[in-house]
């Protein structure tokens, strides 16, 4: 062991000054690079609060513009499907009116048909009175006449069933409409 000297102690203590001062500068330089560390942490953090408050708002922006834009394409469509409504309805009311006029024509033209029909068969009740008086006379002249009479009744059994096929016809049509209405 050392001799505890006066000259020792003071070295000593002068070892422990510089250490003090080389402590007191190293303690001095970590609490400058914490006081730097906290500023630019500090303004780290306030960099980042900007840019996420300029997000934030960025994101707000174009959330209200989607908004607006999905309220217009709202608003839109209700206008389209108004439209095309009215529309339907309008070409539905059309086509019935249609229906209707068609309707009143075909009976119109079945009516006046029956009415010529009729006055034929009376007509042919005539002639077949006059060919029992001329058959006499005009055997020749009334073959051509009665296949003439022949031919008229089969045409006007064609228009009997082409009628009734019209009729028919009217009648699906009706119900498939009916059926649309209903639907719509």
Not at 11 to 26: A, F, G, R
Not at 106 to 117: A, C, D, G, I, M
Not at 168 to 179: G, S
């Amino acid at each position: 062991m050392q001799e505890v000297t006066l000259e020792n102690i003071f070295n000593i203590l002068l070892q422990l000054k510089e250490d003090t001062n080389n402590l007191k500068e190293v303690t001095s330089s970590l609490k400058q690079e914490l006081i730097n560390f906290k500023s630019e942490t500090n303004h780290r953090l306030g960099t980042f609060k900007q840019e996420l408050t300029n997000f934030k708002s960025e994101t707000n922006h174009r959330l209200d513009t989607f908004k607006q834009e999905l309220t217009n394409f709202k608003s839109e469509t209700n206008h389209r499907l108004g439209t095309f409504k009215q529309e339907l309805t309008n070409f539905k009311s059309e086509i019935n009116h249609r229906l209707d006029t068609f309707k009143q024509k075909l009976t119109n033209f079945k009516s006046e048909t029956n009415h010529r029909l009729d006055n034929l068969d009376n007509e042919l009740v005539c002639l077949q009175n006059s060919f029992t008086k001329m058959e006499y006379e005009h055997s020749k002249k009334l073959d051509l006449l009665l296949d003439y009479a022949n031919a008229n009744i089969e045409k006007h059994e064609q228009y009997d069933k082409s009628f009734s096929q019209i009729d028919n016809k009217i009648l699906n049509h009706d119900i498939q409409i009916e059926i649309l209405e209903e639907h719509i």
